[in-house]
């Protein structure tokens, strides 16, 4: 009884102590930057999406939510909200990005890719998505969130790698801030992508880009759907042809691994030449030698060879030349004094007359 009585003090005694010790977490937003200090007291860390954004959770969870935090941020009688979203990878970051971005919003040069509208500004760095809203906007609010986002951790390797597929839409009569990257079937629905997920099938690794464009008539939307191979890109494209899609007439296109689909308001001849302004063109890395190594031509072996050969044989007669034209000179200069000397010449007599 003595034994488990101290046991039970020692685990009461050890126990706050171990909470105490418990790092607490500080999120992904600075203490400070730009003479901005955080309000600890205002301060919100989560890992569910629903804290970030309760109407949108699960397009969160598509695009590979991670935590979130919402802080407020003071410097004298500003105040500044700021709620910062971190993702898995920084595609995650970009494709969050380009869901909140409206085409309203004017480019900003904070972070990766930044966007503003009045006093809120969107914009990622890495895998990290922010979004600010500020009292005031001044002269000094883009160069206090430049601060702001050099003091965000970064993520390296692949993990700050962007997705490739958007490169691929044209930019010509492009609208500006409409472009919309999509991994789910939930951020599809919600875009109000005319071509429905269970044609995608996201569950083939599809992936999705969007934009909108200029047409005579009004507006095009152009999508771009990426798959691992172009043969299933090319089985996909004749299940949407063969579809009853809204909003048609659709005009379609395989390129490599990619289907190409455009509808809207758009002439048949604008959207064709829309068509054919997308074009796949892959990142191949040419390993295979363009020319003959040396090492592997058996005839510059052999030329090798025989060069060695004659090089041994011109250093032989070097010092053949050298030791017997050094002994002849002895000799002439040094008679009987270094060669030949009569003590160490040993002569051996045969004895061969018969008695």
């Not at 500044?80 to 990878?89: E, L, Y």
């Not at 919600?190 to 269970?198: K, Q, S, W």
């Not at 934009?211 to 191979?229: C, D, Q, V």
């Not at 809204?246 to 689909?261: D, E, L, N, Q, S």
Request: hydrophobic share 45%; charged share 20%.
């Amino acid at each position: 009884m003595k034994n488990l009585f101290f046991i039970l003090c020692l685990a009461i005694f050890l126990v706050p102590l171990s909470f105490a010790a418990t790092p607490k977490d500080t999120g992904v937003l600075p203490a400070s930057f730009n003479g901005w200090q955080k309000d600890s007291a205002k301060n919100v860390i989560s890992s569910d999406p629903a804290t970030a954004d309760p109407a949108d959770a699960a397009v969160l969870k598509e695009y590979g939510f991670s935590d979130a935090e919402q802080v407020i941020y003071t410097r004298d009688e500003r105040k500044m909200q700021v709620k910062a979203a971190r993702f898995n990878d920084a595609s995650g970051a970009y494709g969050a990005f380009t869901y909140y971005e409206q085409p309203q919003m004017q480019t900003e040069k904070i972070g990766d890719q930044g966007a503003s509208n009045n006093s809120r500004i969107l914009f990622y760095r890495g895998n990290i998505l922010v979004d600010v809203l500020l009292d005031r906007v001044t002269a000094m609010s883009a160069a206090d969130l430049r601060a702001l986002s050099d003091a965000l951790p970064q993520v390296r390797g692949n993990l700050s790698a962007l997705p490739s597929l958007p490169a691929n839409l044209p930019r010509k009569l492009y609208i500006s801030h409409t472009v919309r990257y999509i991994t789910g079937p939930v951020a599809l629905e919600h875009l109000g992508v005319p071509i429905p997920a269970g044609l995608i099938d996201f569950n083939m690794a599809a992936e999705v880009a969007t934009g909108k464009y200029r047409s005579t008539w009004a507006e095009a939307n152009l999508m771009l759907i990426g798959y691992p191979t172009p043969s299933i890109a090319g089985e996909k494209m004749r299940a949407m042809q063969t579809a009853s899609l809204p909003g048609g007439p659709f005009y379609f296109k395989r390129t490599g691994p990619i289907v190409v689909a455009i509808n809207g308001n758009i002439p048949a001849d604008e959207a064709q030449s829309l068509l054919a302004s997308v074009n796949y063109d892959a990142n191949v890395t040419w390993n295979q030698a363009t020319r003959l190594n040396p090492k592997d031509n058996i005839g510059n072996l052999i030329i090798g060879i025989f060069v060695l050969i004659g090089f041994i044989a011109v250093l032989a007669l070097i010092f053949g030349f050298a030791f017997g034209g050094l002994r002849i000179l002895t000799k002439k200069l040094f008679p009987d004094k270094v060669f030949d000397r009569p003590e160490d010449v040993e002569i051996i007599q045969l004895n061969l007359r018969s008695k």
